[in-house]
């Protein structure tokens, strides 16, 4: 917070050396900065919108969280009737009979549906050479003869509370897919970069580094706005190598200590992204809703979040995006657009695809909310800017560009391209009155305690490995995989808090040493004590 970019004008101040508290000189520079903000960014007059929340979930379908609402709520969505089928096997000599079609029991799921790039590619084409949509039942026969049918299941609304009440009282997007056929850390990436730097899969190296693209967060830095994250466990926007650096250090929060009491006090960043909870432990269980974990602790959590921003003095202001970043293998009947789609930046996928990201992965449940939106919205595709553009996650920064009016250029020629969903927010004249102050109350679908002794999921091991690289243990021998398989979930959580706090000290600590804001902080590993500081 107390050191600008060089290219503002202001650079000779990034050698200052603050004191913490902000002294009184500080604070008359960060006055002097807002003030600036206002000539540097100009957002367009009739946007009412100031501010964004992005929450981004795991693993899950639309036509499995949302289909059953065309039903129940509302017929314009575009869900699921049940004559949806797939065929146990999508070669010919299989008979049509032999078939699982769509049905509304979906409960808690235990285990984890195939959704890695081969396994989308199967579920996505069958065995025809343009998406149908039939092997989603044929690859998960594959893994076990469970899961067949449990990613044929859609919740029924009543299951999920909360996106019952959210849908009929804002806005649904029933056309909104994944960036990528594949998994949930390329997925992820493009939320905030509009691309996956070439990577189709879990990098493990590359996530613990970092990834080097810019980021949404820079381009509104660069426009003197702010950004904030909230995070739960450790923050995986931490993935992004840029937002390691002591610049944006002041910028990670705490969300059980922070949240509810910035947005009470209406100090709530221009870009404010909320990171649920990876892991599963007794009492405080995981709410990112990625299977095994139960979708109740997802659905308390987006309620937990509405209603503080509903509170919030700036309500009137807030747009909340709610997404998943995959479908996590549960089925979806919308074909996935595969026909000139962009390619973000010239990166092709590894061998033995070289996926060229020329087509996107499969649909998933979006949902916003603001006193603007008009109520039981439901958005299809987006106008524009191309004849063939569409929702996906890069839409996220494509409209962060858009509404908030950023000079700066597009990430890469995916944000170009994604619909932008400003329009949501622009069909009323004034801030609704009648959004409900809360949502209903959430019981839990499993009935089992949070298994604290497990063994990681993968993507809970990229996790400690990127805590591992925060807190200078990636030179250990053990590193990468040794440490991640000797862990359970609670010492994971117990080891990634730790890291995630030791690196955020030891950053703000370099920053009163008056290191260089673009500096990141290389910790040794806790076995010895000093840390050092590179560009
Ligand atoms: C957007 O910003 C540009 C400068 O980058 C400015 O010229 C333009 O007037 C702004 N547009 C609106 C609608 O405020
Ligand atoms: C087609 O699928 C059936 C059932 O899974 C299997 O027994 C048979 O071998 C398959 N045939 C071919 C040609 O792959
Ligand atoms: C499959 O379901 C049956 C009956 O519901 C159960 O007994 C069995 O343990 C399940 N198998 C797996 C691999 O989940
Ligand atoms: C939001 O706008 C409505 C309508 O103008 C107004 O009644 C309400 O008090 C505003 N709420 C806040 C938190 O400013
Ligand atoms: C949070 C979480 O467990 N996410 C899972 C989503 O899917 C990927 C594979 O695509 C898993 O590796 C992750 O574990």
Not at 22 to 39: E, K, M, R
């Amino acid at each position: 917070m107390y050191f600008t970019e060089p290219s503002m004008g202001l650079g000779g101040c990034s050698k200052t050396k603050p004191t913490s508290p902000p002294s009184l000189a500080s604070i008359f520079f960060l006055l002097l900065l807002t003030l600036s903000n206002v000539s540097s960014a100009n957002p367009p007059p009739n946007q009412p919108i100031k501010t964004i929340v992005v929450l981004v979930l795991e693993n899950r379908s639309f036509d499995h969280m949302l289909g059953w609402m065309k039903k129940a709520i509302n017929p314009l969505i575009n869900g699921v009737t049940g004559d949806e089928c797939n065929p146990l096997s999508t070669n010919n000599t299989t008979p049509k009979e032999e078939s699982i079609c769509f049905t509304d029991d979906a409960e808690f799921v235990d285990p984890d549906p195939g959704h890695s790039f081969e396994a989308v590619e199967q579920q996505v084409f069958g065995s025809s050479s343009i998406p149908s949509m039939s092997g989603f039942v044929q690859q998960a026969l594959s893994l076990s003869p469970n899961l067949s049918e449990t990613v044929m299941k859609g919740f029924r609304p009543q299951s999920v509370p909360v996106y019952e009440a959210l849908v009929r009282e804002f806005a649904v997007f029933d056309r909104w897919f994944s960036s990528i056929p594949g998994p949930t850390q390329p997925n992820r990436l493009f939320v905030y970069s509009a691309t996956s730097h070439g990577s189709i899969s879990h990098v493990k190296k590359q996530l613990a580094h970092g990834y080097p693209q810019k980021t949404i967060f820079d381009s509104l830095h660069e426009n003197g706005m702010d950004f904030g994250v909230y995070f739960q466990n450790i923050p995986t926007t931490f993935f992004y190598r840029n937002l390691r650096k002591l610049k944006y250090i002041f910028k990670f929060h705490q969300f059980d200590l922070k949240f509810k009491k910035d947005a009470r006090n209406g100090k709530l960043p221009s870009l404010t992204v909320i990171e649920p909870r990876y892991f599963d432990l007794k009492g405080m269980p995981a709410n990112d809703d990625h299977p095994s974990h139960d979708v109740a602790s997802g659905q308390k959590l987006v309620k937990e979040v509405y209603e503080a921003l509903r509170a919030s003095p700036q309500w009137n202001e807030t747009l909340l995006v709610i997404t998943y970043d995959e479908h996590g293998g549960f089925y979806d009947h919308v074909k996935t657009p595969y026909v000139n789609v962009p390619n973000p930046d010239g990166n092709t996928g590894p061998a033995p695809y070289f996926f060229k990201f020329d087509r996107l992965g499969v649909r998933v449940p979006t949902i916003m909310v603001s006193p603007w939106i008009k109520k039981g919205t439901v958005i299809s595709g987006p106008k524009g800017p191309a004849p063939n553009s569409e929702f996906e996650h890069s839409s996220i920064p494509a409209t962060i560009k858009k509404m908030f009016n950023l000079s700066s250029n597009f990430l890469t020629h995916r944000d170009a391209w994604a619909g932008t969903f400003e329009q949501v927010v622009g069909e009323l004249t004034s801030p609704r009155t009648d959004c409900p102050e809360t949502l209903p109350d959430v019981t839990p679908l499993r009935t089992t305690e949070a298994k604290e002794d497990s063994g990681l999921s993968e993507f809970q091991g990229e996790v400690v490995q990127l805590a591992a690289v925060l807190n200078g243990d990636h030179f250990l021998s053990s590193f990468p995989d040794e440490m991640s398989k000797k862990m359970n979930v609670k010492e994971a959580h117990e080891y990634a808090r730790g890291a995630v706090s030791r690196f955020i000290r030891a950053s703000k600590e370099a920053i009163k040493l008056g290191a260089d804001h673009s500096a990141i902080v290389d910790m040794r590993s806790s076995l010895t004590t000093r840390s050092s500081i590179h560009n």
